[in-house]
Nanobody, 123 residues
Framework: QVQLVESGGGLVQPGGSLRLSCVASGFILDYYCIGWVRQAPGKEREGVSCISRSAGSTYYADSVKGRFTISRDNANNTVYLQMNSLKPEDTAVYYC????????????????WGQGTQVTVSS
């Protein structure tokens, strides 16, 4: 049983920054990726970023490259998403998730989900 708990969302002005955290508990396969998926009303689900639990390799959606940075603290079972230069189109509910890396490409199902945290970018 896996539990994922997100935090750090909120309201920020365009160009601002937020840092999301995800604390994971339970068993997660070593080859799984862990990271963030976002969902905005009227838009398709988007795999934002993930980091491999074994190798530490990262994935970023084209829409966030150069602005978002994912990191992990394996000792504390925590994953962070530093979001800089935020844009209104980044507004969404952000979910921590686990699953095969290809799930972030839209090519597979995620295994676990958190409850989500709202990120709103507005002036």
């Amino acid at each position: 049983q896996v539990q994922l708990v997100e935090s750090g969302g909120g309201l920020v002005q365009p160009g601002g920054s937020l840092r999301l955290s995800c604390v994971a508990s339970g068993f997660i396969l070593d080859y799984y990726c862990i990271g963030w998926v976002r969902q905005a009303p009227g838009k398709e689900r988007e795999g934002v970023s993930c980091i491999s639990r074994s190798a530490g390799s990262t994935y970023y959606a084209d829409s966030v490259k150069g602005r978002f940075t994912i990191s992990r603290d394996n000792a504390n079972n925590t994953v962070y998403l530093q979001m800089n230069s935020l844009k209104p189109e980044d507004t969404a509910v952000y979910y921590c998730a686990t699953g095969p890396r290809h799930s972030w490409y839209g090519l597979g199902d995620f295994s676990s989900w958190g409850q989500g945290t709202q990120v709103t970018v507005s002036s």
